[in-house]
Nanobody, 123 residues
């Protein structure tokens, strides 16, 4: 069983930055991809970014590419999401998730989820 815990959310003005971190309870990252998703009020959960642990290959949704950077730290068992130039439309609850394989963009192919952390961007 993998337990994921997100941290780093908060309130920031438009144009500001936040760094989210996802800590995992077990050393399973060598076999999975880890992703970040977000869900705004009244909307479906959507893919934001992911990273394949073995290759470090990053994946981003178009709306955050160039502003967000996903990275991982094997020694700390964490996956971080650096978010720059934040916009009000980035406001959402951000979730970390882990999968054992499959399409990294597909919410349904992630087996483990964290509780989420709130990100609020004011205009």
């Amino acid at each position: 069983q993998v337990q994921l815990v997100e941290s780093g959310g908060g309130l920031v003005q438009a144009g500001g930055s936040l760094r989210l971190s996802c800590a995992a309870s077990l050393r399973t990252f060598s076999t999975v991809a880890v992703g970040w998703f977000r869900q705004a009020p009244g909307k479906e959960r959507e893919f934001v970014a992911a990273i394949r642990w073995s290759t470090r290959s990053p994946f981003y949704t178009d709306s955050v590419r160039g502003r967000f950077t996903i990275s991982r730290d094997n020694a700390k068992n964490t996956v971080d999401l650096q978010m720059n130039n934040l916009k009000p439309e980035d406001t959402a609850v951000y979730y970390c998730a882990a999968q054992l394989g499959g399409h990294v963009y597909d919410t349904n192919q992630y087996q483990y989820w964290g509780q989420g952390t709130q990100v609020t961007v004011s205009s």
